[in-house]
């Protein structure tokens, strides 16, 4: 049970800097100030979800059900804030 908690706050916590990373990719991509910089954190992004949802899968299924569950829950947060500011 403590490893679900755990796995789960990863999520949490992965979904946090995955969506807040891809609002920080977007207005420098709006800025023009090219598109090397917002190509790369990208990248990093994708490289650090792969690799904390692969290590949720070490840990076995639940885990990784629920740190993906933690990741579409801050997924979810995203949006709304999204919303708030259009």
């Known amino acids: 049970m403590s490893d679900i908690l755990l796995f789960g706050a990863l999520g949490l916590a992965l979904g946090a800097v995955y969506f807040g990373g891809l609002a920080w990719t977007v207005r420098l991509f709006l800025s023009g100030r090219g598109?090397?910089?917002?190509?790369?954190?990208?990248?990093?992004r994708f490289a650090l979800a792969a690799a904390a949802l692969?290590?949720?899968?070490?840990?076995?299924?639940?885990?990784?059900?629920?740190?993906f569950a933690g990741f579409l829950v801050m997924r979810l947060v995203a949006l709304q804030l999204a919303r708030r500011h259009v």
């Open 54 to 67: 692969l290590l949720a899968a070490r840990h076995g299924a639940p885990a990784l059900l629920a740190a």
């Open 35 to 44: 598109a090397m910089l917002p190509a790369a954190l990208t990248g990093v």
